[in-house]
């Protein structure tokens, strides 16, 4: 007799759990978001979608414990999906812990050159404040000039990005670079003008001309 169907498998009912969890972060209902995502890895240990998605549902929670071990379990299923590390950043990011944000995203480079999301994010991060090894808080000069590397080659991947060039303004002031600086700032200028949705950035392009001309 041939077997009756017995309807979807477990993998099948996992992603249905993963599509109706992202769905909800995405209108924000964080909470029936991580019940549903919960559901999903319960049923598949090995979906690697799933436990990022609960992690992004428990980092919307500030859960946060509960969001870097949903990312832990997807880097584990596959450490070459980059992913889980980019999400995990920033959570990471979000409890101030900036060095491992850093360390985090460093990681990803080094798995794809060419990420250019983690590239932008590490822009972001590396100019944030920390804790020093010496006391007191402050942006060590090396994490800058890393940040400055890999934002140079997103503007040559991406040189029509508004923001790989206005993360890249921001570093090269930082550093002290007034001539390459002003280039950056211009061209934030001339790639924010006549957008009305990028007037602030524009604004805040002009500003920073001026104060280089000081």
């Not at 169907?5 to 996992?14: H, K, L, T, V």
């Not at 428990?58 to 859960?63: A, F, H, I, T």
């Not at 900036?98 to 932008?120: F, G, Q, R, T, Y």
């Not at 921001?170 to 670079?177: A, M, P, S, T």
């Given at each position: ?6 309807g ?6 996992a992603q ?9 972060i995405a209108?924000?209902k964080y909470?029936?978001a991580?019940a549903?995502?919960?559901k999903?890895?319960?049923l598949?240990k090995d979906?690697l979608?799933?436990?990022t998605?609960?992690?992004n549902a428990y980092r919307?929670?500030k859960?946060?414990?509960k969001?870097?071990?949903a990312?832990r379990a ?6 070459y999906?980059?992913r889980?590390?980019?999400?995990n950043a920033k959570?990471l990011?979000e409890?101030?812990q900036i060095e ?6 460093n990681?990803?480079?080094e798995?794809?050159s060419k990420n ?6 590490l ?6 404040p920390?804790?020093l090894?010496g ?11 890393r940040?400055?590397?890999n ?6 991947m991406a040189?029509?990005?508004?923001q790989a060039?206005?993360e890249?303004?921001?570093v090269?002031?930082r550093?002290?670079k ?9 061209k934030v ?6 957008k009305p949705?990028?007037?602030?950035l524009?604004a805040e392009?002009?500003?920073?001309l001026?104060r280089l001309?000081?």
């Amino acid at each position: 007799m041939a077997l009756a169907s017995c309807g979807p498998g477990a993998g099948e009912r996992a992603q249905e759990h993963v599509k109706r969890g992202t769905a909800l972060i995405a209108e924000g209902k964080y909470d029936a978001a991580a019940a549903e995502l919960e559901k999903a890895v319960e049923l598949d240990k090995d979906s690697l979608e799933g436990y990022t998605a609960l992690g992004n549902a428990y980092r919307s929670l500030k859960q946060y414990d509960k969001a870097i071990q949903a990312y832990r379990a997807a880097k584990k299923i596959d450490r070459y999906v980059t992913r889980p590390h980019i999400e995990n950043a920033k959570a990471l990011v979000e409890m101030g812990q900036i060095e491992p944000a850093i360390d985090e995203l460093n990681h990803v480079i080094e798995l794809d050159s060419k990420n250019l999301e983690a590239m932008l994010l590490l822009g972001q991060v590396s100019i944030m404040p920390r804790p020093l090894p010496g006391g007191g808080t402050g942006v060590p000069k090396a994490s800058l000039e890393r940040a400055e590397l890999n934002l140079e080659t997103a503007v040559q991947m991406a040189p029509d990005n508004l923001q790989a060039h206005h993360e890249l303004a921001l570093v090269q002031e930082r550093l002290g670079k007034k001539s390459r600086a002003t280039e950056a700032w211009a061209k934030v200028r001339d790639l924010a003008a006549g957008k009305p949705d990028q007037a602030k950035l524009a604004a805040e392009a002009a500003a920073a001309l001026e104060r280089l001309k000081r």
